[in-house]
């Protein structure tokens, strides 16, 4: 009797332990190449610095300690943060509109705005980012156009603009298609019945489209957040030397002041700065959003 | 007053013509179905009503003010969705709000007025909730409520009751239609389920392909049909081809292939015109004796029992009357004909309706 009851339990059992093998490759691919290394860098932000190796096998604090009381760090923090947030902000906006006519679109349609949203992401960086400093630069197509119209030059490059234009082109896809994917799940007739009970077009979306989209706009707006901090390429190119953010000090740390624990120990401090903000985020805003899902 | 008037309204998508050329006016307080099947314009025309297409020829007159151009959050129209469209992420209370705080109804009013009208449908209580955590006959109420709490001055029903099983949807249709009596508003309803308009609707509007063709009253729709469309769309019947003979104000005989045959049909039918007969299949008696008082003026024929199926209530004969004709006769479960039986077939001139046209 209890070997009757018992055997389907654990047949079941051995069934979701196959399931679980399909993810196993996919495992082996992060813990190699993602979850080691961390480790590593988390063991060498604890080595000591030294002038004749990369560091001294002798654990210390003392990198922390130095990163956690330079007021230059925290400055560095604090405007990759903001970079992060303008952009992540910019992108919304813009996306949104995007999002919401892609999600609307009949299929046909659909296909060639996708195609025209992802098309950033089918030029590579370096290219793209030459491209903008063609458009972008003192003497580049925009200005000369401003001169013509006698407005003026706009520094629009090696400045925090600069970065600022870079980032948002580049992370909109990302931001179009998570707010797409949510815009798609609300049934037009809630928009509908909305205008019938009398909210103009204005107070539909505030009360109706945006409260419902809001799983999107969570994932959107994390995604593009934690890219654009940690983003090296764009906010150095088109950012020059004034721009100064997290990860172009950590390179900067490690390959020309060849101080791999001191640039390994900030890079720590940033990723554990990130992770509280963006799970504070979730927390607040995954509470305002709950009853839709 | 009327409260809802179309004034010769068309919508073309493209060169489609979805509704053409349609004039429909309800008087106040009037239950109307608008009853077609699929595709045929119904729920264009909801839309060009509650402002969500705009006509491309016509007008709209909502309580008498021509509201062609209006938005739809300036036509107060009430509207329910065949999905009920309830916010799924406010709860019933505030889904029954959300009407009156955009019309700016003052915050300590709106409770009371929402209690009220939850009371009513049958949701006393169940204001908390989710819609999700609702039933979907419980969906169906909120819905409702939801559209009668604004005071709307028309009632617009895209097929309300399709997404119900069928035991709740015959609950539903008295339900709703004694609200619309109570609140006395006048209501479209849009359905494609004929049982439901012709037990609904004070008066029923047939569109088929855009067109508009017939309004009147239920009775007037199944019996008196105006073109063979309306007559094979709702309900069952017979269609038998034939010519006009004689006729006199609305009696008349028509000449078929099994023989001349005694019906009433519309007074513009002339001699010599091609015409179809319909016949409803449960107007048809079915005997086993020889033509009985030929003198009473119905019509005889005789048939033999080609199919016969059990619909519970009652039988469902295919007759074989000659000259390639099956009529199909539907009658009670008292008198049981045997399939290959030869029986005599009889109706009323009464019962036959004669329309225009030949082929079918």
């Keep these: 009797m209890q070997a009757a009851v018992a055997s389907p339990r654990a047949r079941s059992d051995v069934r979701a332990w196959r399931r679980g093998l399909l993810i196993a490759p996919a495992l082996g691919v992060m813990l190699v190449f993602f979850v080691l290394p961390y480790l590593n860098l988390l063991l060498i932000s604890f080595f000591t610095p030294s002038h004749q190796a990369p560091y001294l096998r002798v654990l210390t604090l003392a990198n922390y300690a130095r990163v956690v009381r330079d007021p230059f760090t925290w400055g560095v923090v604090w405007r990759t943060l903001w970079l992060g947030a303008l952009t992540t902000i910019l992108s919304l906006v813009l996306s949104y509109p995007v999002a919401y006519h892609l999600a609307r679109a009949s299929r046909r349609i659909k296909g060639v705005l996708m195609i025209l949203v992802i098309s950033p992401l089918l030029v590579g960086v370096l290219i793209r980012t030459y491209g903008w400093i063609i458009l972008l630069q003192d003497t580049g197509v925009i200005n000369q156009g401003l001169r013509a119209l006698g407005i003026g030059r706009l520094p629009l490059m090696y400045n925090q603009t600069g970065a600022l234009i870079g980032l948002v082109h580049v992370f909109i896809p990302f931001m179009v298609l998570s707010l797409a994917g949510s815009i798609q799940g609300i049934d037009p007739e809630l928009e509908m019945e909305a205008r019938s009970l009398g909210a103009g077009a204005w107070r539909t979306f505030w009360r109706v489209t945006l409260p419902l989209s809001l799983p999107g706009v969570l994932a959107g707006t994390v995604l593009v957040f934690v890219l654009a901090i940690s983003s090296y390429v764009i906010p150095s190119l088109l950012g020059g030397f004034t721009v100064l953010t997290v990860p172009i000090l950590v390179v900067r740390t490690i390959t020309e002041l060849f101080n791999w624990p001191a640039g390994s120990a900030f890079a720590i401090l940033f990723f554990a700065i990130t ?8 927390r607040l805003l995954g509470r305002i959003s709950r009853p839709v899902t | 007053m009327a409260e809802i008037s179309l004034r010769r309204l068309t919508k073309r998508f493209g060169t489609v013509a979805a509704v053409h050329d349609l004039s429909l006016t309800l008087a106040s307080g009037e239950l109307v179905a608008l009853l077609g099947p699929s595709g045929c314009g119904k729920t264009t025309t909801l839309r060009m009503i509650a402002g969500f297409e705009s006509p491309t020829q016509g007008r709209v007159l909502l309580a008498d003010r021509d509201v062609t151009e209006a ?7 009430g509207m329910v969705f065949q999905n009920y469209a309830l916010f799924p992420h406010l709860t019933v209370h505030q889904n029954v709000s959300f009407g009156l705080q955009m019309r700016k109804v003052p915050r300590a009013a709106i409770g009371p007025r929402v209690d009220e009208i939850l009371a009513r449908v049958g949701l006393g209580g169940l204001g908390h909730r989710y819609p999700r955590q609702l039933s979907g006959g419980q969906q169906q109420r909120t819905a409702l409520a939801r559209a009668l709490v604004i005071n709307p001055s028309v009632l617009l029903l895209d097929e309300p009751l399709a997404n119900l099983d069928a035991k709740l949807r015959e609950e539903m249709r008295f339900f709703i239609r004694s609200l619309v009596r109570e609140f006395h508003i006048t209501t479209l309803y849009v359905t494609h389920d004929q049982a439901e308009a012709l037990v609904l609707a004070d008066r029923v509007a047939v569109l088929i392909d855009g067109v508009l063709q017939q309004f009147d009253t239920p009775e007037a729709v199944y019996r008196r049909p105006r073109t063979v469309r309306v ?11 034939g010519r006009v003979t004689a006729h006199s104000a609305d009696r008349l005989v028509l000449e078929t292939g099994i023989g001349p045959l005694r019906a009433h049909g519309p007074a513009d039918l002339r001699d010599g015109m091609d015409a179809l007969l319909s016949l ?10 020889g033509p009985a008082a030929p003198g009473d003026g119905a019509n005889h024929l005789r048939g033999i029992v080609r199919e016969r199926a059990f619909l519970g209530s009652l039988f469902d004969y295919r007759v074989d009357v000659g000259g390639g004709t099956l009529l199909r006769v539907q009658s009670g479960v008292t008198a049981v004909h045997q399939v290959e039986d030869e029986v005599t077939v009889s109706f009323q001139p009464a019962a036959g309706w004669v329309l225009p046209g030949g082929g079918g």
């Design chain 2, 280 to 289: 409803r299949p449960e107007t048809i008696e079915l005997g086993t004796r």
């Design chain 1, 275 to 282: 992770l509280a903000l963006v799970w504070l985020y979730l």
């Design chain 2, 71 to 77: 938005p739809p959050e300036d036509r107060n129209c």
């Design chain 2, 231 to 241: 007559a094979s769309f709702i309900g069952l019947t017979n269609l038998i081809p």
